[in-house]
């Protein structure tokens, strides 16, 4: 039974994670032990899990944020190349450059999320849990998108209780998932 344990630990050790241990041990103290390197098994089992997922996840972000790039570069690239030429006017050149800062913008807000969510999934962002008036926030992001929203003839409607509404998190942030 020891030598058992000792040649499945160190098969352990060497990351291979083999068959179950503590069913084949005859011994009950052995057993326990036996059951503590299953655990650990188990445990590297999820962990190896969960860094597979977050790599298929990241492998889709690259994927999308690619793709998410490559349309308004090749946008802004196209009406740049118009912009080069001699034989168009004043109004063509004013549209054009319209279209390119509008392009541009979209690139800056994709590069600011990206940064962004960079330092949410390695933890150097600060996030303040306060007293927050949910009310407010939900108000304000009504606001932001009133003129959109009034465009699409998509009229919101939206009854907020008389009683303030607190919640303990960080308006910013909160402010920021709901818009």
């Given at each position: 039974n020891?030598?058992y344990?000792?040649?499945e630990?160190?098969?352990l050790?060497e ?6 241990i503590?069913?084949k ?6 057993r326990?032990h036996?059951?503590?390197l299953?655990?650990i098994?188990?445990e590297i089992?999820?962990a190896v899990?969960?860094?597979?997922k977050?790599?298929?996840?990241r492998?889709e972000?690259?994927t999308n944020?690619?793709h ?8 802004i690239?196209s009406?740049v190349?118009?912009l ?5 006017s004043?109004s063509e ?5 319209a ?14 999320n990206l940064?962004e ?13 306060e007293?927050?008036n949910l009310n407010i ?7 932001e998108?009133?003129?959109k929203l ?7 409607r939206?009854?907020?209780p008389?009683?303030?509404?607190f ?5 910013e942030w909160l ?5």
């Amino acid at each position: 039974n020891l030598y058992y344990v000792k040649e499945e630990g160190q098969k352990l050790a060497e990351g291979v994670l083999g068959d179950e241990i503590a069913s084949k041990l005859t011994v009950a103290s052995i057993r326990a032990h036996g059951r503590n390197l299953d655990l650990i098994k188990k445990e590297i089992n999820k962990a190896v899990e969960q860094e597979l997922k977050s790599e298929r996840l990241r492998n889709e972000l690259i994927t999308n944020v690619s793709h998410d790039i490559k349309t308004p570069l090749t946008s802004i690239k196209s009406y740049v190349d118009f912009l080069q030429r001699d034989n168009i006017s004043e109004s063509e050149r004013k549209e054009y450059l319209a279209i390119v800062a509008k392009h541009t913008d979209k690139l800056t807000v994709l590069a600011k999320n990206l940064i962004e969510v960079s330092q949410i999934t390695s933890g150097n962002i600060e996030v303040k849990s306060e007293k927050t008036n949910l009310n407010i926030i939900i108000e304000q992001t009504i606001n932001e998108f009133a003129l959109k929203l009034e465009q699409s003839l998509i009229i919101p409607r939206v009854e907020l209780p008389e009683k303030e509404i607190f919640i303990l998190g960080d308006g910013e942030w909160l402010w920021r998932i709901f818009a």
